[in-house]
T-cell receptor, first 118, second 114 residues
Framework: DAGVIQSPRHEVTEMGQEVTLRCKPISGHDYLFWYRQTMMRGLELLIYFNNNVPIDDSGMPEDRFSAKMPNASFSTLKIQPSEPRDSAVYFC????????????????FGPGTRLTVT | GENVEQHPSTLSVQEGDSAVIKCTYS??????FPWYKQELGKRPQLIID?????GEKKDQRIAVTLNKTAKHFSLHITETQPEDSAVYFCAASISYSSASKIIFGSGTRLSIRP
């Protein structure tokens, strides 16, 4: 397997534009996570899916952010409209599941999308 | 909610010496504690993890200890090598009735001096 695939790797856009980040998880993984990484706030979990269903989106910063997972092999994170403070590296990760209630198995991160909003 | 504090934020050790990174968590219901390593410009990768029913786990030069009473866990790297230079993140995972959460520490930048 090629691992978690994210696109684009780099995105530069102007404030107010819509941005769509894409992720293909590892085949067979039931969990998909979206993270945001900045120097100021570190690594933050935005939302995660289990079997394509959003389970916890409490980390999504505001209504400008939305995430979907239409099938087991694809997910998107959309920001509309984008703002300069959204500039960050966005990681997608997938996991095979959980070994028990509350136990996440190892998460495999994608290479990330570096987003710059000017 | 859960809060994870990680110390120190930066750490510089002589090659061959040991490095210790410490994390504390707030919610005693947390039950899974992974450690991730992130090299410059790369993605985080799991290096070791520990469940709440275990006090210590070791994998070659890396070990993690967990003190549930004190609510802290530590990463120990022995015989450090240049390739250990990276940012290390601890995390704590907690389960609720309908979902689980994972909270990451703020990271420790480890530098190995030759």
């Amino acid at each position: 397997d090629a691992g978690v695939i994210q696109s684009p790797r780099h995105e530069v856009t102007e404030m107010g534009q819509e941005v769509t980040l894409r992720c293909k998880p590892i085949s067979g993984h039931d969990y998909l996570f979206w993270y945001r990484q900045t120097m100021m706030r570190g690594l933050e979990l935005l939302i995660y899916f289990n079997n394509n269903v959003p389970i916890d989106d409490s980390g999504m910063p505001e209504d400008r952010f939305s995430a979907k997972m239409p099938n087991a092999s694809f997910s998107t994170l959309k920001i509309q409209p984008s703002e300069p403070r959204d500039s960050a590296v966005y990681f997608c990760a997938s996991s095979a599941g959980s070994s028990g209630i509350g136990y996440f198995d190892e998460q495999y991160f994608g290479p990330g999308t570096r987003l710059t909003v000017t | 909610g859960e809060n994870v504090e990680q110390h120190p934020s930066t750490l510089s050790v002589q090659e061959g010496d040991s490095a210790v990174i410490k994390c504390t968590y707030s919610d005693s219901a947390s039950n899974y504690f992974p450690w991730y390593k992130q090299e410059l410009g790369k993605r985080p990768q799991l290096i070791i993890d520990i469940r709440s029913n275990v006090g210590e786990k070791k994998d070659q030069r890396i070990a993690v200890t967990l003190n549930k009473t004190a609510k802290h866990f530590s990463l120990h790297i022995t015989e450090t090598q240049p390739e250990d230079s990276a940012v290390y993140f601890c995390a704590a995972s907690i389960s609720y009735s309908s979902a689980s959460k994972i909270i990451f520490g703020s990271g420790t930048r480890l530098s190995i001096r030759p």
